[in-house]
């Protein structure tokens, strides 16, 4: 029964031109989704012109369950290639099942020159729904990175910067974002981001992450309109990422997510 009520919510909302978030990554969920100004492993989910920051070839895989609303899961995989001074991205996303799904096909590519990276990702976004007709857009998504001092990172973007239109019923989301993190040397993180969807209040989020042990990390974070509540672990080593994450929404419930990434080779501060 969630699952069949779940469908006609996003059914309905998809024909006004609204979509799931596509945000990836426990460790961004952990910290609220204040994840545009971040430059890790799952950042080709996140903010497209910060793949560049990336100085080895890299997998991600995400998997993220809603407990209380059955079909409502998604999934996601992605890799990295440095190219000169830029960075090659590729991935799939998928949200739902059988009865309502939304899925796509992603490439796109972030250059870096100097304390400055830019990047775009174009999205092949497919709709279905059980009953009703398969539905297909084409979507571009843009964004940059500053790091202004070794410390202080600056991350902004636009998702759908071509208003893409579902057929005739309407256009996907225009969502504006902007984001301002604090890196402390081999410290704390800190970070902080403003999202503007359309018709939309503003939506503000937050989050910290602390060293405990050597490469293990507690994270936590929030957001505002909607409210929402997170926690999470990660680990790393010279390879490897492992990331979990939960988020508490007080209409839906928890959300928990574990991620996963492998570099094929070391980075610089490894």
Request: glycine residues 12%.
């Amino acid at each position: 029964m969630h699952s069949i009520l779940l469908a006609l919510l996003l059914f309905s909302m998809a024909t006004f031109g609204q979509s799931v978030n596509t945000r990836l990554g426990a460790r961004a969920a952990a910290l609220g989704y204040a994840s545009f100004a971040l430059t890790d492993e799952a950042t080709f989910f996140n903010n497209p012109g910060a793949s560049a920051w990336n100085s080895v070839a890299n997998g991600f895989f995400s998997y993220e369950v809603a407990a209380s609303l059955p079909g409502a899961n998604r999934t996601a995989a992605g890799i990295l290639i440095p190219v000169g001074s830029g960075c090659l991205g590729a991935g799939l996303f998928r949200f739902g099942d059988d009865l309502y799904s939304e899925q796509f096909l992603a490439a796109g590519f972030s250059h870096r020159l100097g304390n400055t990276s830019l990047g775009a990702r174009v999205q092949y976004v497919q709709y279905n729904a059980h009953g009703y007709e398969t539905r297909i857009a084409v979507t571009l998504d843009v964004g940059g990175l500053i790091k202004i001092t070794p410390e202080w990172s600056i991350g902004a973007g636009i998702s759908n910067v071509t208003q893409t239109f579902i057929a005739s019923e309407g256009p996907l989301p225009m969502i504006f974002s902007a984001a301002l993190a604090w890196q402390a040397p081999r410290g704390p993180l800190i970070t902080s981001e403003v999202e503007k969807q359309l018709g939309n209040p503003l939506r503000i989020k937050g989050g910290i992450e602390v060293p405990l042990y050597q490469k293990l990390f507690m994270r936590t974070g929030f957001g505002l309109n909607p409210v929402t509540l997170s926690l999470g672990l990660g680990a790393k080593t010279r390879r490897s990422s492992f990331d979990f994450s939960t988020t508490y929404h007080p209409s839906i419930g928890f959300f928990n997510q574990a991620s996963a990434a492998y570099r094929f080779g070391k980075t610089p501060s490894s």
